[in-house]
């Protein structure tokens, strides 16, 4: 008995996690979109300029590994 009240604090507790994640996510005031599973240029775009130094390492790395 005592163990099915210790479950059950536990999916309670677990639930309101989820309800006021999700409360706090809605009101958060940013806009919500849909993803279409489509990559979008301008998330690209701003991907690679995020990560340039590290692309450019690895286009140097990769270069020294095709010389041999």
């Given at each position: 008995r005592s163990r099915n009240l210790g479950l059950l604090v536990v999916l309670l507790a677990f639930v309101a996690?989820?309800?006021?994640?999700?409360?706090?996510?809605?009101?958060?005031?940013?806009?919500?979109?849909?993803?279409?599973?489509?990559?979008?240029?301008?998330?690209?775009?701003?991907?690679?300029?995020?990560?340039?130094?590290?692309?450019q390492r690895l286009d140097s790395v990769l270069r020294r590994m095709q010389r041999g």
């Open positions: 996690l989820v309800f006021g994640l999700s409360i706090a996510k809605v009101t958060s005031g940013h806009m919500m979109v849909g993803y279409d599973h489509q990559p979008r240029a301008t998330a690209i775009a701003r991907w690679i300029t995020a990560n340039a130094r590290v692309l």
